[in-house]
């Protein structure tokens, strides 16, 4: 656990809310001890029938003092502590959302979905009981330990010994023990309940397979065995959390035992009175309140390590970014104009088979590409070694002679994107075309949409451009959408647009009308439009197929009308109408 980053910072920024913390808590503990103790010698006290009230008036006081002070105390320290921790959420929500805004674009291609969405919805939220629920319960109970054997250490050093080391294996080993056996325990059951999903996915997957081989029944008893054995390791996390708690009211009980005797002891030669049997006796029970959750709160800490482990991931990626330092005025430069170059560039994820194979390209400030192939013929992973989302395996990737990825976070103000499904949020239209720049004017939008030729449309909505887009912009249809998003591109302003299946899902009519709007509007950017097919193709200054990760056909449209008999074809029947 990478403590140093996610934990320790926070605990020295608010270190004097800390102090304040475990004071009161420690203060909430001891008026509930000192009410036990005041209750039991005023009991006591009164059975005596004293001479006079007076000789219990004080403790009737203290009683009503310390029964108030124990709910107000609890209270505060309860206010104090959440104030505290929330402000550490706050603060770490701040800093993830650093962490993962720059990367936005690169996000899937660095980290698993899952992960992500764990640490923005769980992550954050568990290390709050880091502090409520395991580190400000452990100082306490340690604190509460040295003033009670101190305490008693007056009375008795030999029996304060004696009590030390009962309290010593609640607050000590018994959460050490407990830690170390839940920590395999559930590391065990988390690697059997992995295994056991696998099996599920790969046998919901293969179902036709298991039907027709006849084997079913064999799936079924071997899928129960191992729901058997994680249904043994989590009844052992289940048993021995009954052993500790038999084990920690044992001690609570011997401890218990041994005050009575030692209280009787210590009347008997006259070292204390008679009511206070009961007050010493009582107290007992107020303080293994505090010691016993020690166990438990020790035993969440295995809980915590996915969370820290993810966020001390994230934290290292970030930091471990090896851009190269640019100046601004080559980050200026690229805004500008971008030159994009390939240079027998080779890429493979882990030891699989090469992804991008030997690739070239030179792409001038505006000059217009489309990249054609199958479904894995290596498109997707180009444009994001392109972004410099990826680094290549072997070869260079530059803009303007830099590496791709030495732009990291500059990259959406140099390379804008139009995928075949832009999210449209919840919010108005106008908001959602502002996207692309959030410093635009409203007269900024409106130009924007009506070069997409939306204007009209959205002025006939009910409230205009301040028209709510629904859920995934529910409101507009998919050409509608597409043209939103366009217009998002026109106001981002880069020098180079990536253009990933924009008509996919389209119509013919609406495709070609699309590609129409986007050509005209787009004109000087630099254009990389990966494809399926060739509807437009005409408008492109180099058409590539990829193949395998390999471009195996290059040319102008011309040149490849003219040489290759593969493309003419795929060109007639991809035009159901003139362009």
């Known amino acids: ?96 959302y650093g962490i993962l805004e720059p990367q936005a674009l690169f996000i899937r291609s660095r980290f698993r979905t899952g992960d992500v969405l764990g640490v923005l919805a769980d992550d954050i939220e568990h290390l709050q009981n880091v502090y409520l629920r395991t580190i400000f319960p452990s100082i306490v109970a340690l604190v509460l330990y040295a003033i009670a054997i101190i305490a008693l250490g007056l ?111 210590s009347v008997e030669n006259g070292k204390i009175d008679v009511p206070l049997v009961a007050a010493f006796v009582l107290v007992v029970f107020s303080l293994m309140d505090a010691f016993l959750p020690v166990s438990e709160a020790i035993d969440r800490i295995p809980r915590y390590q996915d969370s820290l482990q993810r966020l001390k991931s994230m934290s290292e990626h970030a930091a471990s970014e090896t851009h190269t330092s640019l100046h601004d005025e080559a980050i200026q430069q690229a805004r500008q104009e971008a030159h994009i170059q390939l240079e027998r560039v080779c890429f493979q994820y882990d030891a699989g088979q090469l992804t991008v194979d030997n690739v070239s390209l030179d792409i001038p400030q505006g000059k217009k590409i489309a990249i054609i192939g199958r479904s894995g013929a290596g498109k997707s992973t180009l444009l994001k070694l392109i972004q410099g989302a990826l680094a290549p395996s072997n070869g260079l990737v530059t803009i303007n002679g830099m590496p791709a990825d030495a732009y990291g976070e500059h990259i959406p103000s140099i390379i804008s994107v139009l995928n075949q499904s832009p999210h449209l949020f919840d919010t108005t239209v106008a908001n959602n075309i502002r996207l692309g720049n959030m410093d635009a004017s409203d007269e900024e939008i ?9 204007d009209a449309l959205i002025q006939s909505l009910s409230s205009g451009y301040e028209t709510r887009m629904l859920e995934t912009g529910q409101r507009f249809s998919g050409g509608e959408r597409q043209r939103i998003a366009l217009a998002r591109i026109l106001l981002q302003n880069t020098p180079v647009v990536i253009l990933d299946e924009p008509t996919i899902g389209l119509d013919p009519r609406t495709e070609k009308d699309l590609l129409s709007t986007i050509f005209r509007n787009l004109e000087g950017k630099s254009l990389i439009w990966i494809t399926h097919h060739l509807i437009g193709a005409e408008h492109m200054d180099e058409i590539i197929f990829m193949e395998n990760g390999r471009v195996v056909i290059r040319g102008t449209h011309d040149e490849l009308m003219e040489r290759e008999a593969r493309y003419r074809q795929l060109y007639q029947l991809d035009r159901p109408m003139e362009m």
């Not at 270190?15 to 005041?38: D, E, K, Q, Y």
């Not at 052992?236 to 708690?245: I, K, Q, V």
């Open 1 to 96: 656990m990478n403590k140093e980053q996610w934990l320790l910072p926070y605990i020295r920024a608010h270190l004097g809310r800390f102090i304040v913390i475990v004071t009161i808590a420690t203060l909430t503990v001891l008026s509930a001890a000192s009410l036990m103790f005041t209750s039991g010698f005023l009991i006591s006290k009164s059975a005596l029938r004293p001479e006079n009230i007076l000789m219990v008036y004080v403790p009737i006081v203290l009683v009503r003092t310390f029964g108030i002070g124990k709910a107000f105390v609890h209270y505060v320290e309860r206010l104090v502590g959440h104030d505290a921790v929330l402000r550490i959420l706050a603060k770490m929500r701040v800093r993830l």
């Open 155 to 265: 009375f008795d050093l030999q029996f304060a010994l004696l009590m030390a080391l009962y309290v010593f294996i609640l607050v000590v080993v018994l959460p050490v023990v407990s830690l170390w056996f839940t920590k395999n325990k559930q590391r065990q059951s988390k690697q059997k309940r992995s295994r056991l999903y696998q099996k599920l996915t790969d046998a919901v997957l293969g179902m036709n397979d298991w039907v027709i081989s006849g084997r079913q029944t064999h799936f079924v008893q071997t899928y129960e065995s191992d729901e058997a054995e994680v249904a043994r390791a989590e009844r052992a996390l289940s048993s021995w959390a009954r052993w500790r708690t038999f084990i920690g009211q044992f001690i609570v009980g011997a401890t218990v035992v041994s005050m009575i005797y030692w209280t009787g002891q």
């Open 446 to 454: 409106h130009r924007a949409a009506e070069q997409v030729k939306l």
